[in-house]
């Protein structure tokens, strides 16, 4: 018999019998996409404009043959290298910053127990992009703490979920505490 509930509005729980399995959905980071998506764009619209000038001032100065023209703007460029290299590698950062949130948010960590094996997934797209596994008698002390719920295993502390509301943490805590004391 397989019965579902919510904790919060984050946590998907499935139960059975001998199973339990969490679904925990990653916080929503919308207002900082949001503010990284304008600073992407307001670092990249002058930059593009100031290379796209560029290039087309040394352009000028090549088809008119002035070759005068076109060496100082060649020594401009030279003496502009050092930043337009900053601003691209700032340009790449941020992107990578920002799709870093992007699969960030639409992930999830899965938490199940079963057949004596904690698993702990995290899932982008469907994809499971880590996965831990932990031998269930090898657990201890599982607890809420900090917005996510916890565990001992060996002398390792292990972490699941993010940002969860402390009561929303409890529960889950709670829900899975039972899971991890059946002996299998």
């Known amino acids: 018999m ?22 925990i959905k990653r916080p929503n980071l919308s207002f900082v996409l949001l503010v990284y998506f304008l600073w992407l764009i307001i670092w990249t619209v002058p930059g593009i404009t100031e290379i796209s000038q560029l290039a087309h001032e040394l352009g000028y100065a090549i088809n008119k043959r002035s ?17 337009l290299y900053l601003w691209l590698m700032a340009e790449v950062a941020m992107v990578f910053v920002w799709l870093g949130c992007v699969v960030y948010m639409v992930g ?8 004596g094996i904690l698993t702990h997934e ?17 657990i201890s002390n599982l607890r809420a703490t ?5 565990f001992k295993h060996g002398k390792k502390s292990f972490r699941l979920g993010d940002d969860l509301e402390e009561q929303v943490a409890k529960a889950l805590a709670k829900e899975l505490e039972p899971f991890l004391t059946q002996t299998m």
């Open 2 to 23: 397989c019965k579902g509930m919510r904790i919060g509005k984050r946590i998907e729980i499935e139960k059975g019998c001998d199973a339990i399995t969490a679904r």
């Open 108 to 115: 999830c960590d899965v938490v199940s127990i079963r057949a």
């Open 122 to 138: 995290r899932k982008v797209f469907g994809f499971t992009v880590r996965k831990k596994e932990f031998l269930v008698r090898e």
């Open 67 to 83: 070759w005068a023209s076109a060496a100082y703007l060649v020594g401009v460029l030279m003496h502009m290298a050092p930043d």
């Open 146 to 150: 900090r917005g996510s719920v916890a």
